[in-house]
């Protein structure tokens, strides 16, 4: 295990061309789980080869237990990768794919082989070793490779999107055997994914990254409940929160929101809001599961348009000043399509985003951020 700290780390692939990370600060203590999350072409699978050793940064500096490795090759930094397309050898058996890393180390032969036998025990494929990858199945194979990563005991796991490739029910096995494995072993691992689900259940922390920007570095929680702009706030969230246009008016000398309702306009009262807020323009952030249906309060009347059940629960759909709106409701409380809703807003639950800027503002109630996969793996030793 080992701490593992990024300082201000950039890559750029040239003179004239956009930096594809830039100055990327992150720090995990040693057995944390870090996610990089994002949506394609954030920079975060680059961001996990620049750790790996597989790119050179063009500035900054990589620590590992707080001694900079930076410009050590792939099989002198003592990281482990496991890659999204697998990367085993397809004229090994199992067995040997597993001892692979430890043979170029020239270990003995019977460590290997209890070595060998200690990971096919943990990840459960002892039945497969004398198999060839060909033989396998997709989560067999996902399991190799984790069992190759691991035989090597290094100080760090990465794995690069490595469930992308499985069906969604396989998906979901491997997720929980993932994160079992690394509450039994407790290894500093750096995992990858564009999959908020596994951002959320996999990490203690997660760092959500756009256009090879960190747009924020906290624990999920952090993450889901105090989004720090709008690109975190709908891509952190299944569904996703809802963005609602928010226009600002003074009334008895304080503001109120207004918004459209079945029967008129609704005022949403905004506390103790900055009165620097009036006259800009204002996103009201929600996110499905914290908009209440009745309640003794005035609320927001709202006709039911679509409903979509998913079992758990139904998703109803609504329209609020011109914008669609997400409403979670459980299964036997559901409406019909047609269906007048009146709907309640917690004021500590509503979040406020600067419309141009994207920025968070706050609350209501408080308004004061490859190459061949196979090649690879031989390069790290793998």
Known sequence: MATLELRNVNKSYGSGLADTLKNIELSIDSGEFLILVGPSGCGKSTLMNCIAGLESISGGAIMVDDADISGMSPKDRDIAMVFQSYALYPTMSVRENIAFGLKIRKMPATEIDAEVARVAKLLQIEHLLERKPGQLSGGQQQRVAMGRALARRPKIYLFDEPLSNLDAKLRVEMRTEIKLMHQRLKTTTVYVTHDQIEAMTLGDKVAVMKDGIIQQFGTPQQIYNDPANLFVAGFMGSPPMNFIPLRLQRRDGRLVGLLDSADGHCELPLGEADSELEGRE??????????????????????????????????????????????????????????????????????????QSGERLGGLGNTSGLERPAKIAQLMGL
Do not use: H, S, W, Y
């Open 282 to 355: 204002l996103i009201l952030g929600i996110r499905p599961e914290q908009i209440q249906v009745g309640g003794a309060a005035a609320g927001i009347r709202a006709e039911v348009q679509v409903l979509e059940p998913t079992g758990p629960d139904t998703l109803a759909f609504v329209e609020i000043n011109q914008t669609k709106v997400c409403v979670r409701l459980a299964p036997d409380a559901a409406p019909r399509v047609g269906e007048t809703l009146e709907l309640q807003f917690a004021p500590d639950k509503v979040l406020l985003f600067d419309a």
